[in-house]
């Protein structure tokens, strides 16, 4: 049985949720297959460095998380960037490299995937790594000469990857890994038709409370919605939307959570989803083929993927959080756009497979073995 060893990062729970997508996958098609949350795992320091930094920064201050973010884009900053985050990392990581002794890796973090890139070149392990791009434009943290193979979202992501040198025979657009439940298309969508538009409004999972705002503008729209509100884990966020909810709200079905697991059941009973563009909550819009619009982002990564979005005709960008009530107002009118939107979606959504990525890895592992094996014939080949 081949051996997968899947590094993810707590920064955002995107990556967590491409990594355990991964090893669902992996492991249904008869591999081993380990996660392992990189910085958690090596370094409690740069975990709350990474990880609870991240998080914390973006809630106090989302412009200077992407500032910091433009500027780590910076190939020579990301070198010096990468090789310092390698030194205090490297004796941890290898130990669990060589514990677990995988056939393959796959990373879903830009950072750990330059740590392992450095360490690849630095001759301290020969395993295949696959790199999993889980944004729509590329940061400079994941490319390193000593990657196997990308997988990424589109080819636009493929195309700006191409512009920084990589080869584009290592990048395969098979998508963005997402939960099975997004996967099954056997299940017919529930669709409310008694209302004018069905809209499902998310933050992420750490919520925002820019929410607030949009629902308030959602609520004031004098056409009969649906609105589903997914709070995620930022119970302050559901509190104040309860509160508004203490008043009666006319001309409205409404439905408030806080964190939810069937999100997949959400996006199937919607027409349309308001909410900032992560890189998975993005692949899974796509994937359903439910048109977004974009009212708040967190600068950085996700200002990228909305610019991909709307370049694409998948997603419209509101600049004003109350132009909501007008714009969706709007679409109520003109539900052609809707269908078009939903139409660019499809399309792009028939490249994503993740059966292709562990086709791609099976296939990484092999030429791996076969090298292996033409090595130690060469070296058991007497010499005359």
């Known amino acids: 049985m081949s051996k997968v060893l899947i590094f993810t990062a707590s920064t955002g729970g995107g990556h967590n949720i491409a990594a355990n997508s991964l090893?669902?996958?992996?492991?249904?098609?008869?591999?081993?297959?380990?996660?392992?949350?990189?910085?958690?795992?090596?370094?409690?320091?740069?975990?709350?460095?990474?990880?609870k930094g991240y998080e914390n920064i973006v809630k106090i201050s989302p412009k200077t998380y992407g500032r910091m973010y433009k500027v780590a884009n910076n190939k020579t900053i990301t070198h010096y960037a990468g090789a310092l985050?390698?030194?205090?990392?490297?004796?941890?990581?290898?130990?669990?490299?060589?514990?677990q002794k995988p056939d393959l890796i796959l990373a879903t973090h830009p950072i750990v995937t330059n740590v392992l890139g450095?360490?690849?070149?630095?001759?301290?392990?020969?395993?295949?790594?696959?790199?999993?791009?889980t944004d729509y434009m590329i940061h400079n943290a994941y490319i390193h000469k000593c990657i196997?193979?990308?997988?990424?979202g589109s080819e636009y992501t493929k195309e700006t990857m191409?512009?920084?040198?990589?080869?584009?025979?290592?990048?395969?657009?098979?998508?963005?890994?997402?939960?099975?439940?997004?996967?099954?298309?056997?299940?017919?969508?529930v669709k409310d038709y008694t209302v004018d538009l069905s809209v499902l409004l998310m933050a992420g999972s750490m919520g925002t409370l820019q929410m607030e705002k949009a629902f308030i503008s959602l609520v004031k729209s004098k056409y009969y919605l649906k609105i589903m509100v997914v709070c995620g884990n930022n119970t302050r966020v559901k509190g104040r939307i309860d509160r508004i909810m203490e008043e009666p709200v006319e001309n409205k079905k409404i439905e408030?959570?806080?964190?939810?697991?069937?999100?997949?059941?959400?996006?199937?009973?919607?027409?349309l989803i308001i909410t900032k563009p992560g890189g998975l909550t993005t692949t899974e819009s796509i994937i359903k083929n439910i048109p977004m619009i974009i009212p708040y982002f967190i600068p950085g990564q996700e200002e990228e993927?909305?610019?991909?979005?709307?370049?694409?005709?998948?997603?419209?960008?509101?600049?004003?959080?109350?132009?909501l009530t007008e714009v969706v107002g709007y679409l109520v009118k003109n539900k052609d756009i809707l269908d078009s939107m939903a139409k660019n979606m499809s399309e792009l959504s028939r490249e994503q497979s993740i059966d292709s990525i562990i086709t791609l890895g099976t296939r990484l592992i092999s030429e791996k073995s076969a090298t292996q094996a033409s090595d130690k014939q060469l070296n058991e080949t007497p010499a005359y």
């Open 148 to 152: 196997n193979a990308y997988v990424v």
């Open 162 to 189: 191409m512009e920084r040198g990589v080869d584009p025979s290592i990048i395969f657009t098979y998508g963005i890994p997402v939960r099975k439940a997004f996967l099954d298309h056997k299940k017919e969508a």
């Open 85 to 99: 985050i390698t030194d205090i990392m490297d004796k941890n990581l290898l130990s669990i490299i060589r514990e």
């Open 23 to 51: 090893k669902e996958h992996f492991e249904s098609c008869g591999y081993e297959a380990v996660k392992v949350d990189a910085f958690k795992e090596t370094n409690q320091l740069l975990d709350k460095v990474m990880s």
């Open 256 to 271: 408030v959570y806080g964190f939810v697991e069937n999100i997949s059941e959400l996006m199937d009973r919607a027409d």
């Open 305 to 323: 993927n909305a610019d991909f979005l709307i370049e694409t005709g998948m997603a419209l960008k509101v600049d004003k959080i109350k132009d």
């Open 118 to 133: 450095t360490l690849k070149e630095e001759g301290e392990f020969d395993i295949p790594i696959i790199s999993i791009v």
